[in-house]
């Protein structure tokens, strides 16, 4: 019998001593349940969905799980950018709930999946964006605000990076998700690399940890 998608994550959380509840098990099914359905029509990953590959549950839900650790209790409001398909500020928010979110996608269409997965996920204290980064900094929206912001797979250069640094407020972190060997090539002051991490064991994709240092 093949192993059901529950089974699947707690099995590749295990792996990297992440400890699950059943209930954040069950929103993450869900959460790739809507992802598989909403795929196919607008390409929200590239990852195998059908049947969910190892390699798939790892980098869309594992990865941000196991980030999560650099969440601290004392953080209030996390801004993913270039949210997109969801992973990494959905995972995110099934792990710690009581963050407040804005999820930043520029592309129309995956914002209109975004709202979907919140409003079914049930998930509170979460708001969609359409719209670029850049732009939303530009009228001062979300300005010195952020306690955390999030990136993953987006092209970091030094007007995304003055963006971040405008939302962030001060002693804020970015939590960049990529590969480790090019993590803080681009990264501008007042920004400063303090760690970065693999995040699972064999694999190149890790997690740069950014801070606002003025």
Known sequence: MSEDLGAQIQRRATRVGVAL???VVEGLEAYVGLLTKWNSRLNLTALELEPMADVSVDRLLIEPL???QFLRTTDQLLVDIG???GSPAIPLKLAAPAIQMVLVESKTRKSAFLREAVRQLELADVEVETGRLESLAERGRLSDSADVATLRAVRADAAL??????ILRPGGRVLW???VETAGSSITPPLRLVEMRTLMPESSNGLAVLERQD
């Open 21 to 23: 509840s059943g209930e």
């Open 66 to 68: 196991v980030a999560a």
């Open 83 to 85: 949210s997109g398909g």
């Open 161 to 166: 990076w003055k963006a971040v640094t405008g």
């Open 177 to 179: 998700f990529g590969a």
